[in-house]
C-alpha cells in the first residue's frame, strides 16, 4: 500500500474527459437498469407480446453499445493526460513487444507518450488475428526521412471494407476500438497512423516527426 | 440477505431498489451518508451498495461507516469514473468489491447471489472462530509464530474476506503459493474451486490461451475448445504466480480484463463475465520493473491493492524448528517410517543456517535428513551432511558482490545429471532464486529452468 496511485487527470483535455464519462454514466446506468424492470414487468404482465419485449432487449443492447463505448473516455485521457518523454525506437520496440528488423537504427530517439505509443504499436501488431502460440513477435521496419520515424508492419490479413471506415467506431466491427485508440495516441505526439490492405496483405503505418534535438533534450531533463 | 442502497439520484435509486427487490432481497435505501448511517445501524444490512458522489461526503465514507458497524456488511461501490484510481481507492477503503457504472445488470446479479450464497455459507464461521495463530502455530496451511508472521497473519485474515486484489511479494521459496491457498481458505469463495497459474512456467506465446482459453481452431493445434484459467477458476479464486513474467501483449489484455471483467477465449467472440478473485505474486521487484517499462503501471496498481510481503526464513529463525517439525510430520504421514522428533543438535544445526532458498529449502533438507537417518530422531549429523551437500554453505561463505561467481566442486565420474543438479542449485542459491537471472546465466530458457527444477524435485 505503499506505491503512491498515478494522478487522477483532474484539468485540461483529461479532466474533462474524465468528467464527461462520470456524467454519461450516471443517466445510462439509470436507464439500463428501468429498461431491465420493464423488460421483467413485460414478461410477467404480457408473456404474448414478444415482438415488446424484443424492443426492450434491442435497447438494452444499444444501451450496452452506449456503455462500452464511455469506456473509451477514460483511456482517451490517459492518453491526453499522459507526458511526452524520450524513448529510442529499441525500448519502444522492446516495450510494445514487437521485433526491430536489422539496420533500423535502435538508438534513435522519439519525443513521445511513452504508455500511448507502445499501446499503439502493440495494437496495430497484434490486433488483425490471433498469432500462432510459437511464432516470434511481429517485425518492425524503420524508415527515417523527411524529418519523420516511420514504423511499418505488414502481414496476411484482410478487412471487410475499407480500413480507413475502422477509425470511426463501426458498429460490431472487432478491434476498431483499440484501432481509435491508436489513432488518438499516435496523433497526439503529432503522427500518423496508417492502414491499407492489398492481395490478402495488410500493411500498417505508424509514423512521427523526428526531432533528435528535443528528444535528446527530454531525455537528460 | 439485507441490502441498503445509497444512491442520490432518485431516479437511480428507485430502480436500483424495485430491481433489488425483484431479486427476492430485502431492501432499503438512503440518499446520503447521513442516512446511510441511520440505516446502517437501523436496518443492519449484509450488504452495502453505494455510489460514490454523494451530496454530503462519497462513497467511502460509507465504507468506513460499514467497517466501524462490527457487522459483517460486504461493500460493493459504484464508480462512474472508470479509472484505475477510484477502484483502487474503493478496494483500500475495505469496499468488498466495485462495480462500473453504467451499470450492467448481470454484473449486479452475479455480486449479489454470490454474497448471498456466502453469506448463507459462511454465517458466523469468520474470523471469529479461527483458532489464535500463536497457540494454532500458524494460520491456515502457514506455519509460524515469530513476530514477522503474526503480522502477516493478522494482514492476510483482515484482507481474506474481501474481494481486493492480494499482490504477495518475498524471496523465492517463502511460500507465496501457500500464502495464497490461504487467502483463499478464509475468504467467502472458499468453497469454490482454487486454481494456480505460474505465468513463468509455461511459454510466453501460450500465457494468453493459458489464461482465457481458446476456441477451436483458434491456433495451430487447437482442436477443441478449451477453458482457460479465468473460467476454471470461476466463482473462486486465480493465483497467478511470477505475475512479472507476463509478456506486455498478455498485459494489455489482462488489464482490460480487469477493467471490464469480462474476457473472451482467444479465437472466440463470446464475451464471459469474469468472476474470480485474483491473487499474484512475484519474486521480482515489480515496482522496480515499472520504472524499466518491463511492467505496466496501471497494471500494477490495480493488483497491488492489497500488498503482502513474506519475510525471509532468515529474519524469522525462530520459526525454524516449528517449520522443521510441521514438515517431519508431513513427510511421516506419507511414508511411515516411525519418527518422531528431531535430535536437538540437529535443530541446532537448522536454526544456525542461513536459509537462503527459506522455507522450501528447509522443506527439501528436513526430506534429506529424514533419508539419511534412522527412526526414531532426525540425527545431527544427517541433518549437517544434508546442509553440506547442498553446497550453500559454501557459496554463501563467498561473497558475490565481487562480481564473480561462486564455484561448484565437481569429481572426476561425477554424473552429468548430479553436475546439473548442482549447478542449477548454485546458480539458484547466487541469484537469490531468481529464475529469470537463472536462465540468463546458464544460457538455457526460463521454461526449461522449471522442467529441471520438476526434474529434479527442486520445487514443492
Known amino acids: ?221 | 440477505m439485507r441490502v441498503l442502497v445509497v444512491e442520490d439520484e432518485p431516479g437511480a435509486r428507485e430502480a436500483l431498489v424495485e430491481l433489488v427487490k425483484d431479486l427476492d432481497y430485502e431492501v432499503t435505501a438512503a440518499a446520503s451518508v447521513a442516512d446511510a448511517e441511520a440505516a446502517l445501524s437501523l436496518f443492519a444490512p449484509d450488504v452495502c451498495i453505494t455510489d460514490l458522489g454523494l451530496p454530503d461526503g462519497d462513497g467511502l465514507d460509507v465504507v468506513r461507516a460499514a467497517k466501524t458497524t462490527g457487522r459483517d456488511c460486504a461493500v460493493l461501490v459504484l464508480t462512474g469514473k472508470g479509472s484505475v484510481r477510484s477502484a483502487v481507492e474503493a478496494m483500500k477503503a475495505g469496499a468488498h468489491d466495485y462495480l462500473l457504472k453504467p451499470l450492467r445488470t448481470a454484473h449486479l446479479k452475479t455480486a449479489l447471489a454470490q454474497l448471498s450464497e456466502q453469506h448463507e455459507a459462511m454465517r458466523g464461521a469468520l474470523p471469529e472462530s479461527l483458532p489464535d495463530p500463536v497457540s494454532a502455530g500458524g494460520l491456515g496451511g502457514m506455519v509460524g509464530r515469530s513476530a514477522p508472521m503474526l503480522e502477516v497473519f493478522r494482514l492476510l485474515t483482515r484482507v481474506a474476506r474481501s474481494n481486493a486484489p492480494v499482490l504477495i511479494t518475498g524471496e523465492s521459496g517463502t511460500g507465496k503459493e501457500v500464502a495464497a491457498v490461504t487467502v483463499h481458505l478464509l475468504s467467502r469463495r472458499a468453497a469454490q474451486p482454487f486454481v494456480a497459474l505460474n505465468c513463468g512456467a509455461i511459454s510466453p506465446m501460450l500465457v494468453e490461451s493459458e489464461l482465457f482459453g481458446h476456441e477451436r481452431g483458434a491456433f495451430t493445434g487447437a482442436e477443441r475448445r478449451r477453458a482457460g484459467t479465468f473460467e476454471m477458476a470461476h466463482g473462486g479464486t486465480l493465483f497467478l504466480d511470477e505475475v512479472s513474467e507476463m509478456p506486455p501483449e498478455v498485459q494489455v489484455k489482462f488489464l482490460r480484463v480487469l477493467e471490464t471483467r469480462t474476457f473472451r477465449r482467444v479465437g472466440g467472440t463470446e464475451e464471459l463475465d469474469m468472476n474470480v478473485r485474483l491473487v499474484t505474486s512475484s519474486n521480482r521487484d515489480l515496482a522496480d520493473a515499472v520504472r524499466r517499462d518491463a511492467f505496466r503501471s496501471d497494471l500494477f496498481y490495480r493488483l497491488n491493492v492489497f500488498p503482502l510481503r513474506l519475510p525471509p526464513l532468515r529474519d524469522r529463525k525462530e520459526d525454524v524448528p516449528l517449520l522443521a517439525a510441521h514438515f517431519l510430520s508431513e513427510i511421516e504421514e506419507k511414508e511411515r517410517r516411525g519418527f518422531s522428533f528431531f535430535e536437538p543438535r540437529a535443530l541446532e544445526a537448522f536454526s544456525g543456517y542461513g536459509w537462503p532458498g527459506n522455507v522450501r529449502e528447509l522443506k527439501n533438507a528436513v526430506h534429506r535428513a529424514y533419508v539419511l537417518s534412522d527412526p526414531p530422531g532426525i540425527e545431527a549429523g544427517a541433518a549437517e551432511a544434508v546442509l553440506t551437500d547442498s553446497g550453500a554453505a559454501e557459496l554463501h561463505a563467498v561473497p558475490a558482490g565481487d562480481g564473480t561467481w561462486p564455484a561448484v566442486p565437481v569429481r572426476v565420474g561425477e554424473t552429468l545429471q548430479s553436475v546439473e543438479k548442482k549447478l542449477l542449485t548454485a546458480t539458484l542459491l547466487a541469484v537469490s532464486g531468481d529464475k529469470r537471472i537463472a536462465a540468463e546465466l546458464l544460457g538455457v530458457s526460463l521454461k526449461t529452468i522449471y522442467n529441471k527444477l520438476k526434474e529434479y524435485q527442486l520445487e514443492p
Do not use: Y
Open chain 1, 1 to 221: 500500500m505503499n506505491e503512491a496511485l498515478p494522478p487522477e487527470p483532474s484539468s485540461g483535455v483529461a479532466g474533462a474527459l474524465g468528467t464527461l464519462r462520470h456524467a454519461l454514466a450516471d443517466p445510462l446506468s439509470a436507464a439500463g437498469l428501468k429498461l431491465e424492470l420493464l423488460e421483467r414487468r413485460l414478461a410477467a404482465a404480457s408473456p404474448g407480446e414478444p415482438a415488446l419485449a424484443e424492443r426492450v432487449r434491442g435497447a438494452q443492447s444499444d444501451l450496452g453499445l452506449a456503455g462500452r463505448l464511455i469506456d473509451l473516455l477514460p483511456r482517451l485521457a490517459a492518453i491526453a493526460g499522459e507526458e511526452p518523454s524520450a524513448i529510442s525506437l529499441d525500448d519502444l520496440c522492446r516495450v510494445a513487444g514487437v521485433r526491430l528488423g536489422e539496420n533500423s537504427e535502435p538508438r534513435t530517439r522519439l519525443f513521445l507518450r511513452r504508455v500511448a505509443a507502445s499501446d499503439a504499436l502493440r495494437t496495430l501488431s497484434w490486433c488483425f488475428g490471433v498469432p500462432e502460440p510459437a511464432c516470434p513477435p511481429p517485425l518492425v521496419r524503420v524508415e527515417i526521412a523527411a524529418g519523420r520515424v516511420s514504423l511499418r508492419i505488414e502481414g496476411p490479413g484482410a478487412f471487410g471494407a475499407s480500413p480507413e471506415r475502422l477509425f470511426h467506431l463501426p458498429r460490431g466491427e472487432e478491434g476498431a476500438e483499440e484501432l481509435f485508440l491508436a489513432r488518438a495516441a499516435v496523433e497526439s505526439d503529432g503522427g500518423t497512423l496508417e492502414l491499407a490492405q492489398k492481395d490478402g496483405l495488410v500493411a500498417t503505418c505508424l509514423s512521427w516527426p523526428h526531432q533528435p534535438a528535443v528528444a535528446d533534450e527530454g531525455l537528460t531533463s
